[in-house]
Each structure stands twice: as structure tokens, then as C-alpha cells.
């Protein structure tokens, strides 16, 4: 009796196994434009976000899912962000995000924004795969990432197609070339298809373009997207141009509010699987949930030298955006100083706070220039540097003058011109993008990289300077 019913036991096991087969069940975790928020904060009295209880978060779904799991990211990760992200080039995210396992990483326009050899740099440093179909290099119109991954889960492929964009009106756009999404995805997708059970979009074009791109291509089953920072409690569902179902978009917000959570359910058809079911959800990221010691540890280890005090000030370093300000003048004046310009022209500081009196630690500079500025140098006359001045108010340093309305009068600059009547002038490299660089003007004037960014300079004059007096040389001009 005992070998009967050990054999009727045996015989059992393989059609239990078959029987799992025919029915697959995924979870597909996402997150998007966290823009370098790894710390809770607060919002409406809540205390909502963390890269730490995120990663707490997926533990739990993972334990609960086993081998089941996707976890994707749609875009913004180190554009802006706390001080650690800033001066690690968003290496701190990445290294957070390889611990955690994401599996597939669109980049948002937010990672072009430090430039492309930092974004390349970053990401050669950690396994995360990163994908990215439509956005190319300008001159050999070579791909920057693969377009797409193929991922097993459960005996099923899945694949993910990155698609994404950058801004035109940045310089950081310059050695690039932006491919319509929609009609990359009409490229890939068709030849993609047969390869995968299940094909998503990662994409960073925002949840309009995510409609756009549903409809025209009906391969898709999935768009996980991110750039708008909608929030999609439950799937949006569109419909497919050729009338065949409808393709569901997915998005969380932002800044880690929420985890979104998508379950799928895969039957065996004639041919592969089929969509049965697929229900959405976006997960709180708040003070339920316990922050991951390990994931804490990382972030806080990264952020030691930023504790070190650089300088200290005896008087109060005000910030104001849209009128001279103390905090305005001492970028500039480091600027000035460190690239031995005779001109300085910089963005201003935008809604940053300045420096109290006391201690000026070097989380302090990095909070300053949340997109990282190269610095550049070149020659320009007088009237070009009117020109650029009338066009918008810059912070300056070794000049002087009167705005009026978009005029600018009484222009002096306290250097003398060289023999042609041309003065040394260091600027943002976004300055120059705007001014120079996208027109016909740049055949007439050259750039050279000084090798230093303004958070740089800042940092290394502050270094020098040790401590900022109460009495200050009155005669700066304005800023």
C-alpha cells in the first residue's frame, strides 16, 4: 500500500508542473522622477518618502513574490537632489539602485543634465542594465545604451524597450540627437515582439506621449512611464490603433511617494501567453514603513566629506534671485578668481537659501548648483558682452553697470582689453549654449573647458579664503 500510494504521489508532481505553466503571475514594481530625494521629508504633516523604506518596501514584495518580481525605474534620478547627489554625480543613487536590483533603468533628461560623459561614467559603475532607444549621438548616430533587455521570469521573457528625451534648450543636449519616441518604438517593437511574452515601455516622454505611443504601437502590453509625475492610482487603459484590446499605462508620482505595483496574470495560448488579467496600484511610501539599514548605510557613508568644514563666515550670506545679493557676489568673485578672468557671467542661485554666520561645510556648496555648471572661457568685445548682460540678469563679477529694462548702460570693466579689444569672460556653459553655441555665432567665437564647474570653484576659493570678514571691498560692481 505504502509503494502505491508513494507512486500515485510521483505521478502527480509533473501534472501539478504543467498545470503552473499554462499560468504565469508577475509583479512589475516602478518608481519614477525621484530627482535625487533619498531622504524623507515632510508633506501635508506626513512624512512621506526615502530611498531606504522604498528598499524595505521591495523586500517585502520580493518575500511575499518570490522570482516573480520586476523592478523598474522610468527616469530623473540625480537632476537636482540633496547635496550627496550632487557631488557624487548621482553615483550614490546608482550604487542604491544596484543594491536594491533594479532591473532595468530608463534614463530621464534629469541624467543628461550633469553631462553625457558623467551619465556614461555613472552608469559603466554599477550591473544595472540602462536602456535607451531614441536618443543618439549627433555625429555617428551611434546609440548611447541598448535599446531594450530581455528579462526570464518564471520560464517567461519579458522585454523592456527604453524610451526617453532630453531638452533642446540645454547644453547638455548639444552632442545629441532626439529620435521621435513613438516612431522608434514602431522600429523595435515589431521584430521585439515575437522575441518576448510580454513586451513593456519604459519611458521617460510623459504620460500624454505614453497615450500617443499606446495607440500607435500595438505590441506593446505595458507602459511604465515617468517626466509628467502623474499620478495614476489604477492603469490608464488606450486603446490599440488596430482595435485588438488595450495597452495599460502605469506611472507613480514622484520623489518617492509611492511604489507603483502591477499584477499580471499570463495564460499559455496557442502562441506564447496572453494578457488575462492586469491590475495596478500605487504602494504609500511613508513612516509605516521601516527604512532598510543597509540601503541607510550606503547613502550615509557617501555623505562623510561633506561634513567638512571649508570656511567660516563672520556675517550672514544672504540669497536673493532676482536682485543683488551677498551670496551672488561670492560665487561670482570665485569664479572670477579661480578661472583669472578679467569678466564673470553666471546663472543665478535660484531659490537656494544663502549662508548663515558660522561654519561653511561642503554640503553647503552642493546644494548651491544642483545641475553641476561647467565653466568656460573665451574672448568676447565690450558690445558682445552688453549684449549677453541685456539679455537676462546674470550674476557678475569684474564689471559694473545700470540695467534698464533690457538696456544695459554705463558698462565699465575694470580689467584692460587686449590689443583687440577683447576680454577674457568665464560662463556657464549654459550661458554660452544660449548665447553662442546653438547659432551662427559660434563660428565667430570659441570656447575653451576650464576643467571646473562653479560648485568646484567655489569650493576651492572658499578653501583658500578660510574666512569671510564682516568688512568687505565695497567696490564691486553688481551682481
Not at 512621506?48 to 511575499?64: N, P
Not at 531638452?167 to 532626439?178: A, C, D, G, K, Y
Not at 571649508?310 to 532676482?322: G, K, S, V, Y
Not at 559660434?442 to 568688512?471: H, M, N, P, W
Request: a positive charge; glycine letters at 8%.
Amino acid at each position: 500500500m505504502r509503494l502505491i500510494a508513494k507512486t500515485i504521489l510521483l505521478a502527480l508532481i509533473p501534472a501539478v508542473s504543467i498545470w503552473a505553466s499554462d499560468t504565469i503571475n508577475l509583479v512589475v514594481l516602478h518608481i519614477n522622477d525621484t530627482h535625487g530625494k533619498l531622504s524623507p521629508y515632510d508633506l501635508e504633516g506626513r512624512s512621506v518618502g526615502g530611498m531606504g523604506r522604498l528598499a524595505t518596501l521591495v523586500k517585502q514584495i520580493r518575500a511575499a513574490n518570490p522570482g516573480r518580481v520586476l523592478l523598474l525605474h522610468a527616469g530623473d534620478i540625480f537632476s537636482r537632489g540633496e547635496p550627496v547627489v550632487i557631488y557624487t554625480g548621482g553615483h550614490v543613487n546608482l550604487l542604491a539602485f544596484e543594491k536594491m536590483g533594479f532591473d532595468a533603468i530608463t534614463p530621464g533628461n534629469g541624467e543628461f543634465y550633469f553631462g553625457i560623459e558623467n551619465l556614461e561614467r555613472q552608469t559603466s559603475r554599477v550591473a544595472t542594465p540602462f536602456i535607451h532607444a531614441n536618443v543618439t549621438y549627433q555625429y555617428h548616430k551611434g546609440a548611447i545604451f541598448p535599446p531594450y533587455v530581455i528579462k526570464e521570469i518564471q520560464g517567461v521573457k519579458v522585454g523592456i524597450l527604453g524610451l526617453g528625451l532630453i531638452r533642446p534648450w540645454h547644453q547638455s543636449s548639444l552632442p545629441l540627437t532626439l529620435n521621435d519616441a513613438v516612431e522608434t518604438a514602431k522600429q523595435y517593437a515589431p521584430a521585439l515582439r515575437p522575441k518576448v511574452n510580454f513586451l513593456i515601455a519604459l519611458t521617460h516622454i510623459g504620460a500624454k506621449n505614453d497615450s500617443l505611443l499606446a495607440a500607435a504601437v500595438p505590441e506593446l502590453d505595458l507602459i511604465v512611464g515617468g517626466d509628467s509625475h502623474t499620478r495614476l492610482d489604477t492603469p490608464s487603459r488606450i486603446a490599440r490603433a488596430n482595435g485588438a484590446g488595450r495597452v495599460s499605462i502605469v506611472q507613480a508620482r514622484h520623489y518617492y511617494q509611492f511604489l507603483g505595483r502591477v499584477d499580471v496574470q499570463l495564460k499559455k495560448a496557442n502562441q506564447g501567453y496572453r494578457v488575462a488579467r492586469l491590475d495596478g496600484k500605487l504602494l504609500p511610501i511613508d513612516e509605516k514603513i521601516a527604512p532598510d539599514a543597509e540601503i541607510e548605510a550606503l547613502i550615509a557613508e557617501q555623505a562623510v566629506p561633506l561634513d567638512e568644514v571649508i570656511c567660516q563666515t563672520e556675517r550672514d550670506l544672504p540669497n536673493a534671485r532676482d536682485q543683488k545679493s551677498a551670496l551672488g557676489d561670492l560665487v561670482a568673485r570665485a569664479v572670477l578668481h579661480q578661472t583669472r578672468a578679467d569678466v564673470a557671467i553666471l546663472e543665478r542661485n535660484g531659490d537656494t537659501q544663502g549662508f548663515a554666520a558660522g561654519d561653511i561645510a561642503l554640503k553647503d556648496i552642493y546644494r548651491l548648483r544642483q545641475y553641476r555648471p561647467p565653466l568656460m572661457l573665451t574672448r568676447l568685445s565690450r558690445d558682445q558682452i552688453r549684449a549677453v548682460l541685456s539679455a537676462r540678469m546674470y550674476l557678475t563679477a569684474g564689471c559694473s553697470f545700470d540695467r534698464m529694462e533690457n538696456a544695459i548702460a554705463n558698462l565699465a570693466i575694470r580689467a584692460k582689453s587686449d590689443s583687440v579689444g577683447t576680454y577674457l569672460v568665464a560662463m556657464e556653459k549654459q550661458i554660452a549654449f544660449r548665447h553662442f553655441l546653438r547659432n551662427a555665432a559660434s563660428d565667430t567665437v570659441a570656447f575653451d573647458f576650464t576643467g571646473q564647474r562653479v560648485d568646484t570653484a567655489l569650493e576651492r576659493y572658499l578653501r583658500d579664503v578660510k574666512v569671510i570678514r564682516r568688512a568687505e571691498d565695497k567696490k564691486r560692481g553688481p551682481g
